[in-house]
């Protein structure tokens, strides 16, 4: 299976930013799209944000878009998130994902995981 580790996570005050990492080890990104999921307590785990194999096609949910930029650096095999102007209802973990080549909407068609990463928005 393949590995993926997310950092990047903290406690960041209302309007701050943060840019958090995927990396992958043991295999190349270069023929998987990343997707970026956030769950917060007591809720479902839903998309922020894709990015194609080529970087080509790049997708935002509408909670985040405008204030994120999702990128991808095939050379150090990791995928960035910049979230700026963040906001308390950011606050969830979020998740890196991988399914071959393109982006999809369902959750359940990312087939590798990475563990997490807490962010907090508070003041």
């Given at each position: 299976q393949l590995q993926l580790v997310e950092s990047g996570?903290?406690?960041v005050q209302?309007?701050?930013s943060l840019r958090l990492s995927c990396a992958a080890s043991g295999f190349s990104l270069d023929y998987y799209a990343i997707g970026w999921f956030r769950q917060a307590p007591g809720k479902e785990r839903e998309g922020v944000s894709c990015i194609g194999y080529s970087g080509g096609?790049?997708?935002y949910a509408d909670s985040v878009?405008?204030?994120s930029t999702i990128s991808r650096d095939n050379a150090k095999n990791t995928v960035y998130l910049q979230m700026?102007?963040?906001k308390p209802e950011d606050t969830a973990v979020y998740y890196c994902a991988a399914?071959?080549?393109y982006c999809r909407s369902?959750?359940?068609s990312f087939d590798s995981w990475g563990q997490g990463t807490q962010v907090t928005v508070s003041s």
């Open positions: 996570g903290g406690l209302p309007g701050g096609s790049i997708d878009k405008g204030r700026n102007s963040l399914r071959p080549y369902s959750r359940a």
